[in-house]
């Protein structure tokens, strides 16, 4: 068996977040449509974008460690997923459904926000700088996301889910 190392740790976990940055990407297009909020659709959109240079930017780390740029399964969000899309058939036509939709949608950058920390810091132990202007990149993305749909759930939304449908 070949030896782990952080170098191998790095991969892995490289591999994991573009499996999920693809997946999130596919379901970006459905939040939009579930989203009853212009705002919360508008941010959904928006974030598609987003997601697309950030599956470029990880091609690119994979060409700077010299690895093809493949996925590997990622439970985590597969889990995540899965509960916004029961979020989604659960509060349909609901006052609760955006708040709903936000909180699944945070729950996505949150992890992503752990996943491209890590992946900076270690980048950043392995002399890989122009790996960690890549990461921190999307890393600045994701968190201004975060706060973006933070100021969504605190504006309307989730006062708007208190009201009866």
Known sequence: MAEKTLQTLFHDTLRDIYYAERKILKSLPKMARAAQSPELKAAFEKHREQTEGQIERLQQVFEIIGKPARGKTCDAIEGILAEGDEIAEEYKDTAALDAGLLAAAQAVEHYEITRY???????????????????????????????????????AVNAEALQPA
């Not at 980048?123 to 969504?152: F, Y």
């Open 117 to 155: 920390g890590t992946l900076k810091r270690w980048a950043e132990v392995m002399g890989l700088k122009d790996a960690v202007k890549l990461l921190d990149e999307t890393l600045q993305e994701e968190s201004q996301t975060d706060e973006d749909l933070t100021a969504i759930a605190d504006s």
